[in-house]
C-alpha cells in the first residue's frame, strides 16, 4: 500500500493526556496523592485557556473516582468539562491487561466505564488500548458489542502492519479500526516551549514513520503525555506559534474522537486475531508466570464470581433477594485489580500485597453469596431429610465427587431419587474430643461467648457435667448431639457456669452476681457424636440443575450399574479409562487411555536460572538446569474405590541464587545449593479421564524458573490455548525485535492443548497461565512458578531496555510454601473432540452440596434451573427486571444456541435491544451473544 499524499500542510494532531498507572512501582494512595496535585493545578488551566482545547484523562474512569472521592466539589466543573468536549473520559473504568483476567472480567470493566462516564456526559467513544501488553482476538468483538468503531493500540501490533491504521478483525468476523500509535502511547511528550522545537519534532516523527510502507495515512497523531505526567500549560501558544511560523504543518489540539473521524477506512490492511508481536514494542511475556500467587488468586476470585455466585443467585434466590449491590461490589475489586500493572504483578511489593486483599475480598463474597443460594435451593427441595442435594453450578450435565461430613459409624451408600444406589467412600471417620482445653485462670464472659443458641463452641449440645477437681478447679464435659439426638437448652449450662463463678468472685473480694471479667479455673471437653467424612459419586446431574442423594447405612444391596472403581498401589492408579504408573526412578508418571495411547515420562520438573525480572525470563549467561532428582520415594493415601491419591516425594539440589545486580545476571551460583523436597499428589477419580496433580513445595531458592515438562503423544506444530471468549492456535515461534528477543512462552486461560495426528494431551490448570511447546514440537512446558528480585531489571540479556524502574521486590521470590494444581489429559483428536470446556469445568468447578430438610420442599428430588444448550455460558446473572444470559461460541463451526422455553432479546454491551431472542439464535464461529429474558 502506497503513503497517502495529503494536499497542502501535514496535519499534526495534538493529543494531551497523561498516563495514569493508578498503582505501580509505588502503591495507590502514593499515586492518588500526586493525582490530586495534578489535577488541582490542571482543570483551573483547562477551564481558562481555550488555547488548550481538550485532555484525555486516560481513558479510564476509575482516575475520575478515585480524584471525587477527595474532591467532591469538583464534579460539577468535571461534568462541565466533559459535556463541552474538553475533557475525554472511559470508555473503560481502569485500563486493564487482557491476558491475565477473564473475559468476563474485561466486559464489566467497559460497563462500569460506560455508565460512569454517561453520569458525565458521555464516554470517548474509542477503544482505548495504549499499554496493554499484548491484545486477545477477541477485543474487536467486544469493542463492536459496544458500539465503539475504533480501537487505539501500541504493543503487540506484528511487523507485517506496515501503516498507522489497519482492520483488526476477530473470530467471529467482527472488525475494527485500529490506529497504531507508532512510537508508544508517549511518542508526543515533553513537546518544547519553543514553536521551532516543535516544527522540528514533527519533522522527526514524519522521518520515523516513513519506515513503515505505508507510512502515516492522514497526517500524524502526537500523543502528548506519558506516564503520570503533569500536563504542559504552554501547548494551546506553542501550537499557535508553530502554525503561525510555517506552512509546511498543521499542529491541532484535538481529542481521539476526532482525530480518529478524519482518519481514512479505505484500502487498509486486515490483521486477525491477536496482536502478541514484540517486533516494534517489548510485548513483556514474563508477567504470565511472575508472581504465580497473584494468578491463583485471580483464577479463583473469578470463579467464584462468575461461574458460582452470580448464575446460582440470579438462578436459585427470588428477584427480590439477588444480592446485586454486594456483587457489584465484588466486581469492582475484580476490574481494579485488573489494571496492567496490578493484574500483571509487575509492581512493588506493598501494590502486590493489596493486589491479593482485593482478590481475597471478591472471592469470600463470591463464595458467600454462592453458598447462600446453593442452601436456598437445597432447602426448597423435596427429598428425605439429611439427603444431599447436589447442585451442578455449569450449565452442561455432569457427573462428579461431592465430598461431605455425615454421622454415624461403619460404610453407608446412596439412594438416587429413584432409589438406585450410588457408592461412597469414608475418607475419615471423626470420634472423640471436638474441642477441649485447660482454661486457667480466665474471665467467665470467655466461656460464656462460646453459648450460642442450640450450641457450645460450635457443637449442638445434648447434656453437660460439671465436676469439681480440687478446690476451685472444675471439669466441664460436654455432650455433643448428633442426628435424631434430643438438644437441651444450653442456657442451663450458663447458669450452672454462671454459679461456679460467683464463689470465685468473692473469692476475689467482691459481693453480687458474676460479671464477664470474673476469673475461673476450667477443664473444658466436647465429646462428639461419631461422624464419617464421605465422597459420592453423584451420578448425571442437570446443567443449572440438582439431584438428591439420601444417605444409607451399610453397603449397597446391590452392585451400582455403570461404575467401575478406582483402584491403586504404590506403583500406580487406574480407573475404567486410564492407567497412571508412576517411575521410581525419576518420579515422573505414564498414562495409558483404555483405547491404547500411552505417553512416558509426565511431570518432569525442571528447574533453572532466572536472571530476568517480573516482567520477562531472561537466563543467566552461565546457567544451571536440574531436572533429575536424588531421591524418590511415593506411597499410597487412598486407595479408593471413587478416589484413589498417591503421594510421590523428591529432593533435588538445587542452587539457592544466581549473581547479579540491577543491570543483569551474570551467573548461577553453584557452590551454594539446597536440598529442595517437591510433593505431588497424583489423583484419579472414578468415571475421569484424565490425572489429577497436586505438587508442593517449600522454596527456599532464588532467581530461578520451575517448570513441568510433557512429552507430547505426536509431535506438533502448535498449541491451541483457551483464552477470551474463544481457543487461539499459536505457533511454535513468537515475533520478536530490538527490544525484546521473540520467547514463545504463552499465556492460556484454563486449558493448552497440543494435538496432532489425531492425538493430543491437553494441561488444565488453576491459575499456571503460561506454557511453552518444546523441543520442535515433542513436549509441552507448563511454568509453576518464576523466583526474580527486581520490579525491571535494565539490560537482561532478552531484553536490552528497562521495562520500569528497578525497584527490589522480595515478594516476587516466592518464597516458602508454593501450591500448584493442574492436570493432564491424552485424547483422540483436537480440543473440540476432547470437550475441553467441560473437561475443564469438571477439573476446577467442584459440584456444590448443601442438605435437604425433608419431603415437603415445593420443588422435585431432581430438576434444573436453566436449560442451555449449543455454546459455552460465559455469564448468567439479574439485572432489574430480568435475567441475563452471555454466550459464546469457540468451535470453528456454526452452532444453535437454544435456552428452553425462553423468549426475550439479543442486547449489546450497553443493555440496549438489538433483535427478538424466540429461545434459540444461531452463533457464528468465535461470536459472542448475550440475551435479556424479562421476568414473567
Avoid at 430438610?853 to 427486571?881: M, N
Amino acid at each position: 500500500m502506497a503513503s497517502q499524499t495529503v494536499p497542502g500542510p501535514i496535519p499534526v494532531a495534538i493529543v494531551p493526556h497523561t498516563h495514569w498507572d493508578r498503582e505501580w512501582y509505588a502503591p495507590f494512595q502514593t499515586y492518588r496523592l500526586r493525582l490530586i496535585a495534578l489535577l488541582d493545578d490542571f482543570l483551573p488551566l483547562l477551564d481558562r485557556d481555550p488555547g488548550y482545547r481538550h485532555f484525555l484523562l486516560d481513558g479510564q474512569t476509575a482516575v475520575l473516582d478515585d480524584y471525587l472521592e477527595v474532591r467532591p466539589e469538583a464534579e460539577d466543573q468535571l461534568r462541565r468539562l466533559v459535556v463541552s468536549g474538553r475533557l475525554s473520559i472511559g470508555p473503560w473504568m481502569i485500563l486493564m491487561d487482557e491476558f491475565m483476567v477473564s473475559g468476563e472480567t474485561m466486559i464489566r470493566n467497559l460497563q462500569f466505564g460506560l455508565a460512569r462516564a454517561a453520569e458525565f456526559g458521555g464516554a470517548m467513544e474509542v477503544g482505548y488500548l495504549p499499554d496493554m501488553f499484548g491484545h486477545i482476538a477477541q477485543m474487536p468483538q467486544i469493542l463492536k458489542l459496544a458500539g465503539l468503531d475504533h480501537a487505539v493500540v501500541w504493543r503487540g501490533v506484528p511487523m507485517a502492519i506496515r501503516s498507522t491504521g489497519f482492520w483488526w478483525e476477530a473470530p467471529d468476523g467482527s472488525r475494527v479500526r485500529a490506529e497504531y500509535l507508532y512510537g508508544s502511547y508517549s511518542n508526543g511528550r515533553d513537546i518544547p516551549r519553543d514553536p521551532a522545537s516543535l516544527v522540528e519534532r514533527a519533522k522527526s516523527y514524519e522521518a520515523e514513520l516513513g519506515q513503515l510502507a505505508a507510512g502515516r495515512l492522514d497526517g500524524m497523531l502526537l500523543m502528548n503525555g506519558t506516564d503520570h505526567q503533569v500536563p504542559q500549560p504552554w501547548l494551546g501558544a506553542v501550537v499557535d506559534g508553530a502554525n503561525a511560523a510555517q506552512d509546511g504543518y498543521h499542529f491541532r489540539v484535538t481529542s481521539l474522537t476526532d482525530h480518529l473521524a478524519r482518519q481514512p477506512v479505505d484500502g487498509l490492511p486486515t490483521w486477525e486475531g491477536e496482536l502478541r508481536s514484540g517486533a516494534r514494542a517489548n510485548l513483556l511475556m514474563g508477567v504470565a508466570s511472575n508472581r504465580v500467587d497473584v494468578h491463583q488468586a485471580a483464577a479463583a476470585a473469578e470463579r467464584a464470581m462468575e461461574r458460582r455466585a452470580e448464575p446460582m443467585a440470579a438462578l436459585a434466590l427470588a428477584p427480590d433477594r439477588y444480592p446485586a449491590r454486594l456483587l457489584e461490589l465484588a466486581w469492582r475489586d475484580l476490574v481494579l485489580n485488573s489494571a496492567h500493572d496490578s493484574s500483571c504483578a509487575c509492581s512493588h511489593d506493598e501494590v502486590v500485597d493489596q493486589v491479593l486483599v482485593r482478590y481475597r475480598e471478591a472471592r469470600q463474597i463470591g463464595d458467600g453469596v454462592g453458598r447462600e443460594a446453593v442452601r436456598t435451593l437445597a432447602m426448597e427441595v423435596g427429598a428425605p431429610a439429611g439427603s444431599a442435594v447436589v447442585v451442578n453450578p455449569s450449565a452442561h450435565a455432569r457427573r462428579g465427587l461431592v465430598e461431605m461430613t455425615l454421622p454415624g459409624e461403619g460404610p453407608l451408600h446412596f439412594l438416587d431419587p429413584d432409589g438406585r444406589p450410588r457408592p461412597a467412600q469414608i475418607v475419615a471417620e471423626e470420634t472423640g474430643e471436638r474441642f477441649a482445653t485447660q482454661v486457667v485462670g480466665t474471665k467467665i464472659g470467655w466461656v460464656l461467648d462460646m453459648l450460642r443458641g442450640e450450641e457450645f463452641a460450635g457443637a449442638p449440645v445434648k447434656g453437660f457435667s460439671v465436676e469439681e477437681r480440687s478446690a476451685g478447679v472444675w471439669d466441664v464435659t460436654v455432650q455433643a448431639a448428633g442426628p435424631g439426638d434430643d438438644r437441651i437448652d444450653v442456657e442451663l449450662l450458663r447458669e450452672r457456669l454462671v454459679e461456679l463463678a460467683v464463689p470465685a468472685s468473692r473469692s476475689q473480694g467482691r459481693s453480687g452476681p458474676a460479671t464477664p471479667d470474673d476469673e475461673v479455673v476450667f477443664s473444658i471437653r466436647v465429646v462428639r457424636a461419631p461422624a464419617r467424612r464421605v465422597l459420592l459419586a453423584a451420578d448425571v446431574v442437570p446443567g443449572y440443575g440438582w439431584t438428591s442423594y439420601e444417605p444409607r447405612d451399610g453397603e449397597a444391596p446391590d452392585a451400582v450399574e455403570g461404575f467401575a472403581p478406582v483402584t491403586a498401589s504404590a506403583h500406580g492408579l487406574a480407573n475404567e479409562h486410564l492407567e497412571v504408573e508412576v517411575s521410581p526412578d525419576d518420579g515422573t508418571f505414564r498414562v495409558t487411555t483404555a483405547d491404547g495411547l500411552s505417553v512416558a515420562g509426565l511431570n518432569r520438573y525442571v528447574n533453572g536460572g532466572d536472571g530476568g525480572d517480573t516482567y520477562n525470563y531472561s537466563p543467566p549467561a552461565e546457567d544451571v538446569v536440574v531436572e533429575s532428582p536424588d531421591t524418590v520415594t511415593a506411597g499410597v493415601v487412598e486407595a479408593g474405590p471413587l478416589r484413589g491419591r498417591i503421594t510421590i516425594t523428591s529432593t533435588y539440589e538445587w542452587p539457592l541464587h544466581a549473581e547479579g545486580d540491577e543491570r543483569k545476571c551474570v551467573r548461577r551460583a553453584p557452590h551454594a545449593t539446597h536440598t529442595v523436597s517437591i510433593g505431588t499428589s497424583l489423583e484419579l477419580r472414578a468415571g475421569e479421564p484424565f490425572v489429577r496433580v497436586h505438587t508442593h513445595l517449600d522454596n527456599p531458592c532464588r532467581d530461578q524458573r520451575l517448570r513441568a515438562h510433557f512429552p507430547l503423544p505426536a509431535k506438533v506444530d502448535g498449541s491451541d490455548a483457551e483464552c477470551a471468549f474463544g481457543v487461539v492456535h499459536r505457533g511454535l515461534t513468537a515475533e520478536g525485535g530490538p527490544s525484546e528477543f521473540g520467547l514463545p512462552t504463552f499465556p492460556s486461560r484454563r486449558f493448552v492443548d497440543c494435538s496432532g495426528g489425531g492425538v493430543g494431551l491437553a494441561l488444565i490448570h488453576d491459575g499456571l497461565l503460561e506454557y511453552e511447546v518444546v523441543g520442535d514440537g515433542s513436549e509441552v512446558a507448563l511454568t509453576l512458578m518464576r523466583s526474580v528480585g527486581w520490579l525491571s531489571r535494565l539490560e537482561p540479556d532478552l531484553r536490552p531496555n528497562p521495562a520500569g524502574p528497578p525497584v527490589r521486590v522480595e515478594g516476587a521470590q516466592m518464597l516458602g510454601l508454593q501450591r500448584f494444581e493442574y492436570a493432564v489429559m491424552l485424547h483422540a483428536g483436537t480440543w473440540e473432540d476432547a470437550r475441553l470446556y467441560e473437561v475443564a469445568d469438571g477439573v476446577l468447578l467442584p459440584l456444590d452440596r448443601a442438605p435437604a430438610l425433608g419431603p415437603a420442599g415445593p420443588r422435585p428430588a431432581s430438576g434444573r434451573l436453566l436449560g442451555v444448550e449449543g455454546a459455552v455460558v460465559s455469564s448468567c446473572s439479574r439485572v432489574p427486571g430480568g435475567l441475563t444470559v452471555r454466550v459464546f461460541n469457540p468451535s470453528r463451526s456454526r452452532s444453535t444456541f437454544r435456552i428452553d422455553g425462553a423468549d426475550g432479546w439479543v442486547v449489546d454491551l450497553r443493555g440496549a435491544p438489538v433483535d427478538r431472542f424466540d429461545g434459540s439464535a444461531d452463533l457464528r464461529p468465535g461470536q459472542i451473544l448475550t440475551v435479556l429474558l424479562p421476568d414473567r
